[in-house]
C-alpha cells in the first residue's frame, strides 16, 4: 500500500510539471530556464525577437511645373527673371516659412518649351520645373530661328518701286530698296532678309553666333476710290 501511494505521488508531480508548461511563462515548472529554447523568431521564440523600429524614408513631394512667360525680344536679347517658387506664410502653430525666390537666367535663343530645374527649391524640398511659354506678338511670328512679318505698301512703291523701311525684332528698321529690276511687287510676294531672325543653338555648344532670316511678306494698300482723271491716266498707262 505504501509502494502505491508513493508511485501515485510521483505520477501526480510529474503531470503538475507537464502541465505548468506555459507559453506564457518565461521559464519552465523549475524556474530554472526558459521553456522552449529553440526558435527561429516564431511564436515559439523566447524572448521575442526585437521590433523593427525603422520606418521607411518619406516619399520626396511630386516636382512642380510652372510656365515661365517670355516675349520675343527677351528670347533675342536674353533676360533673368525673378519668380515666386514658395510664398511667406504664417501658420497658426510654428514658425513662419519666409518666402523663397529663384533667378531663372533666360539665355538668347531659348525656344517655346524649353525647361529649366531647380532641384529641392519647392515646397517640402521637392523640384520646380519652368516651362519657357514664348508669349504671342503683335508683328512678328517665330518659325523655329527664324521670323515673318508682314508690311503694307502702296500702290505706288508696289508699282513703281522705292525705299521701304522694314520694322524689324531688334527694334531698328531696315532699309529695302526697290527698283525696276526687282519687277512688280504684287499682292503677298515675299522677301527674304539674312541675320535678322532668332539667335540660333546647337545641343551641346550653345549658341552658333549665327542667327535666322527674316521673311517680309507685302501687304498692297489699294487707293479707295480714283477721279475720273485718274482712271483716264492709269488707262492711258495700262
Avoid at 63 to 90: A, D, Q
Avoid at 107 to 132: C, L, N, S
Amino acid at each position: 500500500e505504501t509502494r502505491r501511494r508513493r508511485e501515485e505521488s510521483a505520477a501526480a508531480r510529474q503531470e503538475s510539471a507537464t502541465s505548468s508548461t506555459d507559453p506564457r511563462r518565461p521559464f519552465d515548472a523549475s524556474g530554472t530556464g526558459p521553456q522552449w529554447r529553440q526558435g527561429n523568431g516564431g511564436p515559439s521564440a523566447w524572448p521575442p525577437p526585437p521590433r523593427n523600429s525603422s520606418t521607411a524614408p518619406p516619399s520626396p513631394p511630386p516636382p512642380i511645373e510652372r510656365p515661365l512667360e517670355v516675349t520675343l525680344e527677351e528670347l533675342l536679347f536674353g533676360c533673368s527673371k525673378t519668380c515666386v517658387v514658395r510664398e511667406r506664410s504664417t501658420p497658426i502653430k510654428g514658425p513662419s516659412v519666409p518666402q523663397h525666390v529663384v533667378e531663372v537666367h533666360v539665355e538668347a535663343g531659348w525656344k517655346d518649351g524649353t525647361r529649366v530645374t531647380f532641384a529641392g527649391a519647392g515646397e517640402g524640398g521637392g523640384d520646380v520645373t519652368f516651362v519657357v511659354f514664348e508669349m504671342p506678338h503683335p508683328r512678328f511670328e517665330r518659325h523655329g530661328d527664324d521670323l515673318s512679318t508682314t508690311v503694307q505698301i502702296s500702290l505706288k512703291d508696289a508699282l513703281c518701286g522705292g525705299l521701304l523701311a522694314v520694322p524689324t525684332l531688334d527694334g531698328y528698321p531696315h532699309e529695302l530698296l526697290f527698283t525696276g529690276n526687282d519687277g512688280l511687287i504684287t499682292p503677298g510676294r515675299q522677301r527674304t532678309i539674312d541675320g535678322l531672325g532668332m539667335p540660333k543653338r546647337q545641343a551641346g555648344v550653345g549658341l552658333t553666333g549665327e542667327r535666322g532670316v527674316l521673311v517680309v511678306t507685302f501687304d498692297i494698300e489699294f487707293p479707295v476710290q480714283l477721279s475720273p482723271d485718274q482712271r483716264l491716266g492709269l488707262c492711258a498707262l495700262l
